[in-house]
């Protein structure tokens, strides 16, 4: 395993709690305390990429590259 970092929003939800959104890829979970929300969203995470990964060695046979970009001041932690 390869530890990775990821940012995530967290927000109070309106009906109490807090919903977390991960900015780098499609996940999201929620809670009712800010550690059990950070905790909720992080096991996501990992199951999806434990899933992602399953899924790519299935059906990725060409050479895998690593691209650098700029990005925006703002989408950088």
Not at 9 to 36: D, H, M, W, Y
Not at 58 to 74: D, I, Y
Request: proline share 4%; net charge negative.
């Amino acid at each position: 395993m390869v530890a990775r970092s990821f940012t995530v929003i967290l927000e109070a939800a309106e009906e109490g709690g807090f919903v977390a959104k991960c900015i780098e890829i499609p996940v999201a979970s929620q809670g009712n305390t800010r550690k059990e929300t950070i905790a909720n969203v992080k096991e996501a995470i990992e199951g999806y990429l434990e899933v992602k990964a399953e899924l790519l060695g299935k059906t990725t046979k060409g050479e895998r590259v690593e691209v650098v970009v700029e990005a925006p001041p703002a989408l950088v932690a």
